[in-house]
């Protein structure tokens, strides 16, 4: 299935109406059957990029899904994807609509965590190859990473992703504080392991703390520029070269197969319950059916799976500072600042003309922008909003950003997730050598560590997106204000 969308035209021209500067629409007359419009955020430059692919007609198929509000949105990072475009979202009804797990995708609850540390550049500098090559040896990554040392057994699987990050917290992988300052609380209520296939559970028991490979990465890095000394205050952020970690990972093979086993049960229910949806990738289940709410059991374990990925991850990375600087990680900091998940469809309540209204909110390559005094921002935080992380691709920014009121009105509560792709990774491995992308970094003062010269070719910064463009059209857009510009130091790839 996955491999017929390279082969696929894109079809004519998707009309776009140009509503402002930053967003556009896609008039419900385009295609018969949009049961509302598209709206997407982008700049010129940014619309001109989803021309060249699938993106737009991606967003006007999904705008045909039953019981889907408002209208699908495609945010300033997307591009093509499978059924939704990456950067999709979409809200439907909690009784009268669908779900489907194109709206999530195959990485589960992919998603990057933040944390920052009491030290600066100068603290690190000397000490940044043994940090990072420290990070490489105890962080298993690369395709089918595991550590020898870290086994689950079936049972422990099962508490794993019943229980989230609390699970971690009491194996002593994890500070008792961290849970609060994730998306979800670190655990995503609902998980039921029996929904979930043998062949899941079996990839996953060796996969748990891995950084897996693709654009999964691991970062060292510095504040570069700080935007809001209030916000960035709040959030931990205090003065330019801080130092700092972003984790980017998700639920390796244990999603992904979840993903796989269920999009074979959504394309049965498509025909039992007689929906018609444009493409196929679209297969979904009434919100209310057997199928949509096995998926939605199957999925939570997924979300919690990459939750506590994250976190043993977090552990590992803390552990190596101390072997380094030959301190107590606590008395370096390294605090969890936020934990956001990209792939993930939930239950949400959201304003729909006017009445707060009961939705699955379906994300794909999207992050959660909560604005302040909404109950599920951490306390320390409901004052000025949630924190948004949007990592960059290899190299260059990453962002700390704020969830806005208006997000809520005009984008579910969403924004961007990351740069998004110009360039897929077979066109990427043609044009960059992996030795070549090394030693531009390592000039830049980068250390890099990587499993594989391969993935650095696919991962190279010309393969994605300009990040602080997508950045300064959702800050414009007003769908997430700007905090912290981020560079990095240190990079592990799988």
Not at 163 to 172: L, R, T
Not at 387 to 410: E, F, N, R, Y
Not at 470 to 483: L, W
Request: proline share 5%; glycine share 10%; aromatic share 8%.
């Amino acid at each position: 299935m996955r491999g017929q969308r390279k082969f696929r035209d894109r079809g004519p021209p998707v009309p776009l109406e140009k509503i402002d500067d930053y967003s556009w629409r896609i008039p419900q007359s385009y295609k018969s059957g949009m049961r509302v419009p598209g709206l997407v955020f982008a700049d010129d430059q940014l619309i001109e990029k989803m021309k060249t692919d699938r993106t737009l007609n991606q967003c006007a198929n999904v705008a045909h899904l039953p019981g889907i509000y408002k209208h699908a949105v495609t945010l300033p990072d997307g591009h093509e994807g499978y059924g939704f475009p990456i950067g999709g979202v979409a809200a439907t009804d909690y009784e009268e609509g669908v779900i489907s797990p194109g709206g999530v995708g195959y990485d589960i609850n992919c998603g990057v965590r933040l944390v920052t540390t009491n030290l600066s550049e100068s603290d690190v500098r000397p000490y940044l190859a043994a940090l990072t090559n420290s990070i490489f040896e105890n962080v298993p990554s690369g395709l089918g990473s595991s550590r020898k040392d870290f086994r689950l057994n079936l049972h422990e699987l099962e508490q794993l992703v019943t229980e989230g990050v609390q699970w971690a917290v009491k194996k002593g992988l994890a500070r008792p504080e961290d849970a609060k300052h994730c998306e979800e609380g670190g655990c995503m209520e609902g998980a039921n392991p029996d929904k979930v296939s043998s062949r899941a559970k079996q990839r996953g028991l060796p996969q748990s703390g891995t950084l897996g490979s693709g654009n999964h990465f691991l970062e060292i890095g510095k504040v570069d520029k700080i935007y809001d000394k209030k916000v960035a205050k709040t959030f931990g952020v205090t003065h330019e070269r801080q130092v700092t970690v972003l984790i980017h990972c998700g639920s390796r093979g244990f999603g992904h197969q979840t993903c796989s086993d269920y999009l074979r049960v959504m394309e049965r229910a498509v025909q039992k319950y007689n929906i018609d949806v444009p493409d196929r990738e679209l297969a979904c289940a009434p919100a209310t059916s057997d199928e949509a709410q096995d998926y939605y059991q199957a999925m939570a374990c997924a979300v919690n799976y990459a939750f506590v990925n994250r976190q043993v991850i977090t552990h590992w990375v803390r552990q190596s500072f101390e072997e380094v600087l030959k301190k107590p990680a606590e008395d370096l900091g390294l605090d969890l600042v936020y934990d956001v998940a990209h792939n993930i469809a939930k239950i949400e309540e959201h304003n729909i003309d006017g009445k707060r209204t009961k939705v699955w909110t379906h994300r794909k390559g999207a992050t959660r922008c909560f604005p302040p005094d909404h109950k599920d921002v951490p306390a320390d935080y409901r004052s000025v909003g949630q924190p948004v992380i949007i990592p960059g691709s290899m190299g260059t920014s990453s962002w700390l950003l704020v969830g806005t009121h208006k997000a809520m009105d005009v984008s579910f509560g969403s924004t961007a997730h990351g740069a998004g792709r110009m360039l897929s990774r077979s066109a990427a491995k043609r044009r960059f050598w992996g030795g070549d992308v090394k030693r531009d970094l390592e000039s830049k003062g980068i250390v890099v560590r990587s499993a594989s010269s391969v993935v650095l070719a696919e991962e190279a910064d010309s393969a994605y997106k300009n990040v602080d463009n997508v950045v300064e059209v959702s800050d414009r857009a007003g769908i997430a204000t700007r905090v912290v510009r981020l560079v990095p130091l240190g990079v592990v790839k799988g």
